[in-house]
């Protein structure tokens, strides 16, 4: 019986245009050493109103549509060593279907601009997923559909209602203004959460991570603590992931987390990032160790120049998220990045004002997919990073730096519809199922009043 994996897709909303857009799954068909593996990548679209969808607040309730967990296979025999497993291949990716997100609106918060951070949670086989506006909601996981038409897309349905998920601690132990919900992890029967300055040039931040009940209803939260050294917030306040059983003594630990390519980037990885840490820690209201896997910086560019772009990374790289695959030895990193020439300056989509100056001496880009004013290297593209866990046992052992590992495999990700942009929102991964969920933002152009 093959394993499966599942990559959903979640897309949010736009305030422009009639426009739904929609991702997909994706199905591995391919045998990797003795494990047969299944790979299923999912588009979760979020709207913004005007759509009928059913209001269930009722927790746990799991829907006659939702899609099943499917059964692990057991083990002939427990993994002794797993720098012997097989690694992912892009070739085992294909397309599946879609779902959208509720349009409901609930006290003036719902997922438009949203839909970011997701993450799986295995006691209702549902997903937690984040709001533009910080807040947090929980849905249910519909049977995706395989369909150009997005009226024949199922809904998901609300589980919990919208809820700051940090009862107050983001703005009372980070900053009252600039912090973006960066991050989102069930474990051990704990939602833990990740919050970042997005702007911060001073490089301030301090405190990053926190946990809470899986019910949103219930007001406690432990207060947000220090992951990691002072002074490398922007390197781990983000993105995290659960580390597969056998992996764990080798890479020191049972989650990792990190961030990459935000603004200020002498304080953030040049490049997908790892660091290893207990959350028990961060459970228990302290500050918590965390150990690097994996990050680049500004003194050691090992994937390229900021100020430039290639195929791999260059200063309008995004990373959403990433899933540690277990019964592998692959850690995925999903984001995107941008493979026309570098500009710093104002998007532009006339193409002759391209490299021309404004009145203020600024520099126009061409970018047709943004008008903002910051780098620009259009076209973009989604694309997923592939590294092999033993290189990243190697640094945890201290056998090698952590700037010296590369990716194995640079993999474009090609959904059927795209928005110009080409962002994504995150990622959540059902270990057991092995299903990945990949929110695809915003992908989806409905009209609305934000």
Known sequence: MPWEFSLFAAVCVRQRGHEFRFALTVRIAGRLGLISIVITVIAVMALAGGVGVAKSMAPARQSTRALPVPDSPPRALPITDPTQLPRLAFEDLSYQGAFRLPADELGGVSFSFG?????????????????????????????PVNSRDVNALPFATLMQPFSEPSNGGIKSDISTDGVTLSGLLVYERRLLGAAVIFY????????????RPLSLGEREAARVVRVGANGKTGFVAGYMATVPPEWQSRLGGPVVTGQCCIPIITRTSWGPSAFVFDPADVIAGKNADAHALLYYDSGHPTLGAWEGSNPTWGGTTQVGGVALIGGTRTVLFVGRNGSGTFCYGDGTAD????????????????????????????PYRYQIWAYDLGELAEVRAGKRDPWSVKPYGVWPLEFPITEAGVRIGGVAYDAAGHRLFIPQAPADRHRFFY
């Open 115 to 143: 839909g970011a951070p997701a993450a799986f949670n295995p006691e209702n086989n549902s997903l937690f997923i984040g709001t533009h506006s910080g807040h947090v909601a929980e849905v249910s996981i519909p049977a």
């Open 200 to 211: 911060d040039a001073n490089n301030t931040q301090k405190a990053s991570h926190f946990s």
């Open 351 to 378: 193409q002759a004002l391209a490299n021309s100056r404004r009145e203020n001496g600024d520099h126009y880009c061409y970018d047709p997919s943004s008008a903002d004013k910051g780098q620009h290297a259009y």
